[in-house]
């Protein structure tokens, strides 16, 4: 399955770790994505990085680098920035999931930019994102490891797309339709005698059950009715 993740920046301005640096790209690789963006980071590349990178050292080996974080969203139609900082003049907030659907539904490249294990995201940085991402952590302990709220997004991000990419819903029947099929098929168990030593009323109930643990789609009741009708006929039965 064809995922629209190639076109979304995964951007960390002023990463301190290398190790992180390279948790990020493993997080990246799992879900998908591919375009990883440095902005001033403290020391790459760094043997630490790779080590950290395990099987997505091309996700890290084509990380590009910048000075700032202008040039790393440069041609993006939507940049969103994930802080828990909130503004004297506030952004607007939105949750991971919530962030990564909106996203998603933006059309050309789009990026999603950290800050750094230090201080988050500098405000400077903030001030060139149009919505800020929230990470809903317990208020005692606001701070997460920078790979894992990379890896958390990412995850939000390959969810989102995996619901874009889901057939549309089938056209299930009514429970209507369901209970004028049971009806039919009632009628066709009577004439056959098939209640003869069994509870009518139970029977009829696993039925029921059992047609809403199949929920069939509209065409295939109407094939059920058809069976039923045609079974009637070569057996002499009354059509109903």
């Not at 907030?93 to 998603?104: D, Y």
């Not at 797309?161 to 099929?181: I, K």
Request: hydrophobic share 50%; net charge positive; aromatic share 2%.
């Amino acid at each position: 399955m064809s995922l629209d993740l190639a076109r979304v920046r995964i951007v960390l301005c002023d990463a301190a770790e290398p190790a992180n640096i390279g948790a990020a790209a493993r997080a990246l690789r799992t879900m998908g994505l591919s375009d990883l963006r440095l902005v001033r980071p403290r020391a790459f590349p760094h043997a630490s990085a790779s080590r950290l990178a395990a099987n997505a050292i091309e996700v890290l080996d084509s990380a590009r680098v910048a000075s700032r974080l202008e040039v790393a969203v440069a041609g993006c139609a939507a940049v969103f920035g994930v802080s828990a900082r909130e503004r004297r003049v506030p952004l607007r907030r939105l949750w991971p999931r919530e962030a990564a659907q909106e996203l998603l539904a933006v059309a050309g490249e789009v990026a999603l930019v950290f800050g750094g294990e230090d201080a988050g995201l500098a405000n400077a940085d903030l001030d060139l994102c149009s919505v800020r991402v929230e990470i809903p952590s317990d208020p005692d302990c606001r701070s997460l490891n920078l790979a894992a709220a990379v890896q958390l997004l990412c995850w939000e991000l390959r969810l989102a797309a995996l619901d874009a990419a889901r057939p549309p819903p089938r056209p299930l029947a009514s429970p209507a339709q369901a209970e004028a099929l049971l009806a039919a098929l009632d009628a066709a168990l009577d004439a056959a005698g098939w209640y003869a030593n069994k509870n009518r009323a139970l029977a009829l109930e696993k039925l029921r059950r059992l047609l809403q643990r199949a929920r069939p789609e509209r065409g295939e009741l109407q094939m059920l009715h058809g069976i039923l009708a045609r079974l009637g006929r070569d057996s002499g039965q009354p059509e109903r």
